[in-house]
């Protein structure tokens, strides 16, 4: 008895993990002949399991028995059988309970258990002699294995067979493990290689795509790790007798997985080659586009109806409708697309980018106007509300702008359009970009000598141009002073925030020279003395000395 317990308890504690993963039931293949050991399930009945073995199903009740006795009676007696029992010792004897024909099992003139012709599946056209047959083959195996586990040398074999599984598992995760680790190194270096180069409408796509991938990669392992687990639960169980049905049971699932995977991967194959022709004609397409888009930015093909200015734009435009009628004309012939839970995670996704995407629409169908009406071209000057600088880029989404500070911001399209832009460099071709200031003079002023001093001060400033010359401007004649407007042209554009500095300067160093009073902020009476400022106080501590413009000592500097 210790002998035969320590055979039973040996092979169920090596595989006992797997005790979770046989608990469903696996299926045989419909239409599959019945051999020894094979477990025929019906949707009803009651199974008579021995040895962790179906042997028979019984359907109906017989002598006022209903199955769940019938079955639990066939189990006690069959457990009652000596070892040495082989299903050739048992007789079958036709008999007839209460009407009901059938087959009686019995050994020794004991019946173990009766077969009538209501216990028949009668759905898959069963005839009683061939249950009977089948019936024998599924005792035989059970009585078999039974007999096997109570043997040493059969015990140690699977033992010895788990233990080297095992062994080949461990390896098999340490390998995953190295190639994991060598592949994401791999794949971080390729990062650093092609940084920056992934670009979709002026987004950088890489960080996602890598961060894909490594989810990706992550994925993988564990499935290959959970996949040698599971053949080795297989293979493991399929070395004891009282498991081995287990181990047939996760064998033919994976093997019914595999079946499927093959049969839809050779249906999959024509659509997947349409859809390969549509990618291949689409990217044709785009590459054709772009070359003739970028001919024209270059300006060395002419197109009456498309500026160089746009072209580039309309590239992008053009590259993303092809793809998008690409995608609509292939998706019928994407594997899976016809199914319920494709059609399902397809309407999912289209609400979740149509409620999530309004805001980007918005800015997209901004940017189409801004890049489309010319407002802002990269390398102009501008002025967006209280943003001033250089336009560094004019995306679908935002423009980007570099300030005097040195600073970049970035402005979305829909504050653009909805918003004053004042652009400097725009009609300043050929003559230079245009840059104006104003000062309020009183009336006591002579204006002559108000307009001789403002250009004396534009002369005296470097990054004007002299030709064409700067002129003067009476912008308003107010209650106490007159509104003089200066318009000069700068000889380098990217200086204009310095230029002014410069000519602010000037100016206050002519009016202070010459001894005229500029009257901001405003004075309501005229004060009983000049307000000016000697040029012997010019540079009072802390300022440095400068050149003294009275005495003829101010130069124009150098271009910058």
């Known amino acids: 008895m210790k002998r035969a317990f320590i055979s039973r308890l040996l092979p169920v504690a090596a595989v006992f993990v797997a005790l979770g993963l046989a608990t469903g039931r696996v299926l045989a293949a419909p239409g599959a002949p019945a051999t020894a050991g094979q477990l025929v399930v019906s949707a009803d009945g009651v199974p008579i399991e021995f040895w962790n073995r179906e042997i028979a199903v019984l359907r109906s009740g017989s002598a006022g028995l209903n199955p769940q006795y019938r079955a639990d009676q066939a189990v006690r007696r069959l457990h009652e059988l000596p070892l040495s029992v082989r299903a050739r010792d048992l007789q079958l004897v036709p008999v007839t309970i209460m009407d009901q024909s059938g087959i009686a099992f019995s050994y020794e ?11 028949l599946d009668l759905t898959s056209g ?11 083959l599924n005792l035989d195996d059970a009585l078999e294995a039974r007999d096997s586990e109570r043997r040493w040398p ?4 699977g033992l010895f067979f788990t233990f080297i599984g095992l062994l080949l598992v461990i390896l098999a995760w ?13 794949l971080h270096a390729r990062e650093q290689l092609i940084s920056g180069r992934f670009r979709l409408f002026g987004i950088n796509i890489l960080p996602p795509v890598i961060n894909a991938a490594h989810s990706l990669l992550r994925v993988l392992a564990w499935v290959l790790t959970l996949a040698a687990i599971y053949l080795w639960l297989t293979f493991s169980l399929s070395y004891f007798p009282y498991t081995q049905p287990w181990g047939k049971r996760l064998g033919v699932y994976v093997l019914q997985i595999f079946q499927q995977f093959g049969r839809a991967a050779v249906l999959a194959i024509p659509g997947i080659v349409t859809v390969i022709i549509i990618c291949g004609i689409a ?17 060395r093909m002419r197109i009456p109806w498309m500026d160089p200015d746009i072209a580039q734009a309309t590239k992008r435009i053009f590259s993303a ?12 012939y994407i594997p899976g697309s016809s199914t319920d839970a494709f059609k399902g995670i397809s309407v999912f996704f289209g609400l979740f980018i149509s409620h999530a995407s309004t805001g980007i629409i918005n800015q997209v169908m901004s940017g189409l106007f801004v890049v489309y009406s010319k407002a802002l071209r990269t390398g102009e000057w501008v002025r967006v509300n209280e943003t001033e600088g250089e336009v560094l880029e004019v995306g679908l989404l935002a423009a980007k702008v570099r300030t005097i500070e040195g600073q970049e911001v970035t402005i979305p399209n829909s504050v653009l359009v909805g918003t004053l832009t004042t652009n400097y460099t725009r009609l300043g071709y050929p003559d230079g970009m245009i840059a104006s200031t104003t000062v309020t003079i009183g009336y006591d002023a002579p204006w002559r000598q108000v307009h001789a001093l403002l250009l004396l001060a534009a002369e005296r400033t470097a990054n004007i141009r002299k030709q064409p010359k700067p002129y003067v401007l009476q912008r308003a004649l107010s209650d106490f002073y007159v509104e003089y407007t200066l318009i000069v042209r700068l000889r380098n554009e990217k200086l204009r925030i310095e230029t002014l500095s410069e000519l602010h300067s000037s100016i206050q160093d002519a009016f202070n020279e010459f001894g005229v009073q500029i009257m901001s902020p405003h004075f309501q009476i005229q004060p009983e003395r000049d307000v000016v400022i000697p040029p012997s106080k010019w540079s009072q501590p802390p300022a440095a000395p400068g050149p003294n413009p009275a005495s003829g000592e101010a130069k124009n500097t150098s271009e910058k």
């Open 321 to 332: 409708f092809v793809w998008i009628f690409a995608v609509v004309v292939a998706y019928p």
């Open 126 to 136: 069963e005839k009683l002699d061939q249950v009977s047959e089948r019936v024998l």
């Open 109 to 119: 003139g004991r019946i173990l258990f009766f077969l009538g012709n209501s216990d």
């Open 154 to 157: 059969v015990i140690r074999s």
């Open 174 to 186: 340490f390998l995953i493990l190295k190639a994991y680790t060598w592949l994401t190194a791999r």
């Open 283 to 299: 990217r044709w397409i785009v590459r054709l586009g772009k070359a003739f888009f970028d001919q024209v930015s270059t300006g």
